[in-house]
């Protein structure tokens, strides 16, 4: 697989689908991996660039202090630019790293889709749950750090309901970069993706957003705020996160049409 450096020159892990126009980036979400969007590779037209962020899976691990939203914008910036993506797919942290990169350049991409938006210009203020997930990641081998994770309480009754859903955090997790992804914790919880959300007003490109009731990390109302602020933005909201999954092929042909333009 292909490899490139970021701005810092951290080491970026790429892997490319496809050839053609456009050109689209897509950016992974907070722990996983560039696995985590490849249900959105297949039917998406052109030249397909997924990639994993520092701390994250195969790629480098930088020290600490590297890890904030312009840092994630950059190793972004890095793999759209070297690929000429004209368009770009972001969830959770990806869509954070979008947006830095829209408030430094609204005009950086031509076609946007939040999935999952998490992150805008207000800062968390409860980090116990995050602090706790990287503190076992710090203490613990990976293996029995991962067991840890999933024994929480919420998680437990998750996965009783959805057995489906360990699998998949399973999956995501397979090639957990545990170092890389407790920086990532510490440091992204403690940030905003962008310093002013009124810069988003300049952002013209056509935007899809993606959201589902009843998520707490990735609320609806955030989504919402985005639809308002961005000028030609599309916001769909699914009821709940049976209903996402239950209509994914139908939003993966939503996105595919969307990033043909």
Request: aromatic share 6%; proline share 5%; with cysteine.
């Amino acid at each position: 697989m292909p490899e490139l450096a970021s701005r810092d020159g951290t080491r970026l892990h790429v892997e490319v689908e496809g050839d053609g126009e456009p050109v689209t980036v897509f950016a992974h979400g907070l722990t996983n991996s560039c696995m985590e969007l490849a249900a959105f590779t297949p039917m998406a037209p052109g030249t397909k660039v997924r990639f994993c962020f520092r701390g994250h899976a195969h790629s480098a691990t930088p020290e600490p202090g590297h890890y904030r939203f312009a840092d994630f914008a950059d190793d972004l910036d890095a793999v759209a630019t070297a690929y000429g993506a004209t368009r770009a797919v972001g969830t959770s942290l990806g869509q954070g790293a979008i947006t830095h990169l829209l408030g430094r350049d609204p005009d950086r991409f031509e076609r946007i889709v939040f999935v999952l938006p998490a992150a805008l210009d207000v800062k968390m203020t409860d980090h116990v749950r995050f602090d706790h997930v990287a503190d076992l990641l710090e203490s613990l081998p990976v293996e029995e750090a991962v067991e840890a994770i999933v024994a929480d309480s919420k998680r437990r009754v998750d996965y009783d309901e959805k057995p489906w859903l360990r699998e998949l955090d399973m999956f995501l997790w397979q090639d957990l970069n545990a170092v890389g992804v407790a920086r990532s914790i510490r440091e992204i919880t403690r940030d905003t993706a962008i310093a002013d959300r009124l810069l988003l007003r300049a952002v013209t490109a056509p935007t899809l957003i993606l959201c589902q009731e009843g998520d707490e990390i990735h609320p609806l109302e955030l989504g919402v705020v985005f639809a308002d602020l961005m000028p030609n933005a599309e916001l769909v909201v699914m009821g709940s996160e049976d209903e996402l999954l239950a209509r994914l092929p139908e939003l993966v042909a939503k996105v595919a049409a969307f990033l043909v333009g």
